[in-house]
């Protein structure tokens, strides 16, 4: 199994800046797959940042030039953090970490709430 802790959320004028960050632990050398979701009030969940199995990062178009992702590893955990800038009111969401190796192996962390205000 695989433990996801969020941080960093909170709340924030529009154009500001917040690091979110996700602690893995557990069986962090079987994960293959990390990524951001949010859910906003009344909308579904969708992928705002998905890391791939090459290596590469794929952003939703929404967040695009405004979000990096990034990771850090070492023997114990793996950090995942989204770096957000120039926040915008519609990116108030709970943003979630999630992480996994397959269909039946998919955590999710408990969810971080981020507020932008206008």
């Known amino acids: 199994q695989v433990q996801l802790v969020e941080s960093g959320g909170g709340s924030v004028q529009a154009g500001g800046s917040l690091r979110l960050s996700c602690a893995a632990s557990g069986n962090i050398f079987r994960i293959n797959t990390m990524a951001w979701h949010r859910q906003a009030p009344g909308k579904q969940r969708e992928s705002v940042a998905v890391?791939?199995?090459?290596?590469?990062?794929?952003?939703a178009d929404s967040v695009k030039g405004r979000f990096t992702m990034s990771i850090s590893r070492d023997n114990a955990k793996i950090t995942l953090y989204l770096q957000m800038s120039s926040l915008k009111p519609e990116d108030t969401a709970v943003y979630y970490c999630?992480?996994?190796?397959?269909?039946?192996?998919?955590?999710w962390g408990q969810g971080t709430q981020v507020t932008v205000s206008s």
């Open positions: 999630n992480a996994g190796y397959g269909p039946e192996n998919d955590y």
């Open positions: 890391l791939l199995s090459g290596g590469g990062t794929t952003y």
